[in-house]
Structures are given as C-alpha cells and as structure tokens.
C-alpha cells in the first residue's frame, strides 16, 4: 500500500543533542510538510518542500532543519533541542498541481522526549 | 481573529445520539475543506472533503456554508469508535496550505 512511513516512531534524546527524524513516501506527490503538534493542540506548519523548493515559516525557529534529497524521503533536524521541543512531529504529503485542493496523507508521526 | 476557530468541547454524548459540529474560517476567498479525524496520541487521517453541494459518506455529513463561513460535521447513531479529535482543515484562496482548525473532542459513551 502507497503510504507515508516515519522513523522512528518514538525518539528520545537528550537536551542540546541532535536529533534527526526521517519521513519516507511511496506517494510520489510532490509536496512535503513538517509540522510539530503539542497536546491538545492544532498541527503546527515548521516548512514544507513544494519539489525541491524548500518554503520555510516565519516562526520556525532556526533550531529546526530540514532536508529532501529526494522526492522520496524528507528529514527534519533539530540541532539541539530544548525541553520546549518534546512533541509530536508529523510527516505529511500531497499532489499539488497549484489549485490547493487536495487533502494530506499524515506519516504516523514521530514522538520526541527531551531527557 | 483566529483564521479557522472550532469549538474545542469535549461533546460528550450517548451511543446512537446526533452529533454537529462547526467550523468557521475567516478568509472568504478560501476554497477547499477537509475533516480530518485524530485519535489519541495519533496522526490525523481524512474522514472527508466539503464540497459546495455537501456530501454524504454512510453517517457522516458535511456541509459547506460559503455565504457565513463556516463548514458542519454530523455524525449520526454515534458509536463509541467515533470518539476522538475533529480537525476543521481550510486551504486558503487557492493556497495548497492548510490551516488547521484546533480540533472537537468527542467523547461517546455507552
């Protein structure tokens, strides 16, 4: 089944270690997103990669990285993380052809704790 | 003004009851709509699009209501494996990026 995978499903680091979690799709859509959510809270949009252009948000804090070698996988990297970064992060794809009317596939996440 | 705010609940309702949620979205120029639903501790997964006709999927309908901005969820004979987080996804005018509503708690209980 065509589907968005991320590894690992739960990460633990320590404070200030890097950490890098990957998303990997076998949607061949051409759009990829980061996006970090906290309890009980909406998704928040960190960057996303629109082919190989790489769109980041204002508000993202410079602490976050990201890579797309290929259309295939995406890596989120976070230099050193504080205990502000414990959440979830969300790996999320679409086929966009500019109209903006296609729905997300969500990877099934990555848990990060902050030891 | 959040751009698309939810009521974030929790509704807490018996088994077999009606549920609506709504929606509303502040950017009139916005053009496409999802529900999404998010179990605990889970990814979000799309339950349905919102067309401008409304659409129907078994007990779930959605309605789309340009005119006042805001888009509905109902959920008919509630089952218990209903209970979760309801995400109001909105792609602005044209945009392909999605903002995100808070969410709906639903709680079904027997």
């Known amino acids: 089944d065509a589907m968005v995978i991320q590894n690992p499903r739960y990460q633990v680091t320590q404070f200030g270690k890097p950490v890098t979690l990957s998303c990997s799709q076998t949607?061949?859509?051409?759009?990829m997103y980061w996006y970090q959510q906290k309890s009980s809270q909406a998704p928040k949009l960190l960057f996303h990669?629109?082919?190989?252009?790489?769109?980041n948000e204002a508000d993202t804090p410079d602490n976050f990285q990201s890579r797309r070698p290929n259309t295939s996988f995406c890596f989120l990297d976070i230099r050193s993380p504080g205990l502000g970064d414990a959440a979830m992060y969300l790996c999320?794809?679409?086929?966009?052809?500019?109209?903006?009317?296609?729905?997300?596939?969500f990877g099934d996440g990555t848990r990060l704790s902050i030891l | 003004r959040k751009e698309v705010e939810q009521d974030p609940g929790p509704f807490n309702v018996p088994e077999g009851a009606t549920v609506a949620f709504n929606c509303t979205y502040s950017?009139?120029?916005?053009?496409?709509f999802f529900w999404y639903r998010q179990d605990c501790r889970k990814e979000p997964k799309l339950l349905m699009s919102?067309?401008?006709s409304g659409n129907e999927d078994g007990r779930f309908t959605a309605q789309l209501n340009r005119a006042s901005q805001y888009i509905s969820l109902l959920i008919r004979d509630s089952k218990l494996s209903d209970s979760a987080t309801y995400l109001c996804?909105?792609?602005?005018?044209?945009?392909?990026?999605?903002?995100f509503g808070r969410g709906t708690s639903l709680i079904v209980h027997p």
């Open positions: 949607l061949n859509h051409n759009v």
């Open positions: 999320a794809t679409s086929r966009e052809g500019g109209g903006g009317n296609q729905p997300q596939h």
């Open positions: 919102v067309y401008s």
């Open positions: 996804v909105v792609n602005q005018g044209g945009s392909y990026i999605p903002t």
């Open positions: 950017n009139s120029a916005s053009q496409s």
């Open positions: 990669y629109y082919d190989k252009d790489f769109n």
